[in-house]
Structure formats: structure tokens, C-alpha cells
């Protein structure tokens, strides 16, 4: 077993994490286990480790990795005019704002400012 994996183990117990009568039942604890069991297995140190980390937290928030281009296709029609990006469900076109030609950003420091295209997200 892995120092990571070791580390984990005993920190989720100490949490209670996985305890059987814990949130989920122990299944919170015992899933984070696995996703730090395979990320051990892929011999990351250092450097390459971090970057993992990063890619997958930004791919598990449902955030893009490279910047929004605003193209047709990045756009789910709700109807009424009101378009929702696929790639980041925080962004809109909606009619009743900036004309409904410009996007905006509900999770950006100001949720209804225009944004323009390329866009990356603060967070």
C-alpha cells in the first residue's frame, strides 16, 4: 500500500468517513478511497501530480480546460430565447439582458455583466 493511500485511509477513519453510520453509510469514505487508491497508481510525483489534480478538479466541477469560444455549438436552447453554454452551465445568453446578444456569467463576481468570447471563468 502506498504512503498516499495509507494517509488517506487513516484520515478517513479518523474522520468517520467511513464509518457505517456515517453520511452514506461509509460509501463517501470508501469512494474517495478508490479515487485515491487509482490516482497512487499512476506513479505521479512532484510536478505531474499537481497538474493532475488540477485537471481532474476542473474536470469534476464541470469546468472547461481551455477557454469558452461562444461558437453556435457551445449553446443549449431553453426556449424564449434563453441559451445555456454546454460547456459551463454558469454562462447565458438570455434576451432580457445586454439585448441577448452578449453572455454572461452568473458565478462571476458580477453575475450580470457581458462577457466576451474567448472567456475563462475567475474560479
Known sequence: MSNLVE????????????DKDSDYAGQMGEAVLKMIQAFAAEGHSGGSAQMAIQIFEKLARF?????LTG??????????????NKRLGSVFKDPRFHDGKLAFDID???PRAAISF???PPH
Open 63 to 67: 469546468q472547461p480546460l481551455a477557454p
Open 108 to 110: 462571476a463576481p458580477e
Open 118 to 120: 474567448p472567456y475563462s
Open 71 to 84: 461558437a453556435d455549438d457551445e449553446w443549449f436552447d431553453h426556449g424564449n430565447g434563453v441559451f445555456q
Open 7 to 18: 494517509h488517506a485511509k487513516k484520515e478517513l477513519e479518523l474522520a468517520g468517513l467511513l
